[in-house]
């Protein structure tokens, strides 16, 4: 049984509505600290109002919340401390550079001398791979680059919550691959906590999984136990095209896609 002291997130029937519509539906929520934790669900599910509950950015008509043990209402300022945050489309000053984007951000957190913020900058450069980009406009940056910008960003001030919101869901494989690998060099150091609709990307960096549908959760726990090995449902899918483009069953020894949970339940991009 999870503790408070281990615990980065906790919800207690945590609910949303905007109108009629019922966003998040009595979320109970528990996110270890120090882990990487994939919040999972299709469009839609309510990923993005229970990250903005988590943060302060709305309030519940339902339920609570803590981030280490601070309560979301009464104590959000002092969540936003020690918590960094990117928003599913990160919006930057076009004409600034990185390096500038970085020092700009710093200094809402950090008072002291210039050059240990400086250092911090650089190290957060090297983190997400633009030490060669540092000083060059940001308009000119793909879509993985400012991702990897948005990240380092969000982790400038040293936090003990990262909270990314579909930080790959709108990269090519390239710069899905990058975002991933710089999640797991924050490994142990931080805990992540980040939405996705793509099974694979949680299965191969997260440590825990929370999957969530139509505002509510469907199930939560370690990886391997909810998509691993675990007794559960199997799918098993076996398909094999042909030159005509239809698809028939396939040949034995073929490639088999299988999933297995304990809900049954599956979730893919």
């Known amino acids: 049984m999870q503790t408070q002291t281990n615990l980065a997130i906790e919800t207690h029937g945590l ?22 934790v994939g919040f999972l669900g299709p469009n839609g599910a309510g990923k993005t109002t229970a990250i903005r509950l988590l943060l302060g950015l709305n309030h519940p008509i339902a339920g609570s919340g803590s981030i280490f043990g601070l309560d979301i209402h009464r104590e959000s300022n002092e969540i936003r401390r020690r918590t960094g945050y990117l928003a599913q489309n990160p919006r930057f000053y076009d004409d600034m550079t990185a390096r500038e984007i970085l020092r700009f951000t710093a200094r809402f957190f950090f008072s002291g001398p210039t050059y240990a913020i400086e250092k911090r900058i650089d190290e957060m450069l090297e983190l997400v791979g633009l030490e060669q980009k540092a000083d060059r406009p940001i308009k000119g940056f793909s879509g993985g680059e400012r991702q990897r910008l948005g990240i380092a960003q969000a982790q400038i001030n040293a936090p003990d919550l990262l909270i990314l919101d579909e930080p790959a869901a709108a990269l090519d494989p ?17 805990t992540v906590f980040y ?3 793509i099974l694979d990307d949680v299965q191969r960096v997260s440590d825990q999984v929370v999957i969530l549908n139509q505002g509510r959760l469907v199930t939560q726990g370690p990886i391997d136990l909810l998509l691993g090995e675990s007794e559960g449902t ?22 088999v896609l299988k999933l297995r949970t304990k809900t049954g339940t599956y979730f893919g991009g």
């Open 15 to 36: 609910s949303k509505s905007f109108g009629e519509v019922q966003a998040l539906q009595g979320l109970d929520l528990v996110v270890p600290k120090n882990t990487i």
């Open 174 to 190: 390239m710069g899905r691959r990058d975002v991933l690998q710089i999640m797991e060099r924050l490994r142990g150091q931080v």
């Open 195 to 197: 939405s996705t609709h």
């Open 234 to 255: 199997v799918f098993s899918l076996e398909l094999q095209g042909n030159r005509s483009g239809r698809l028939s069953p396939s040949k034995p020894g073929s490639s």
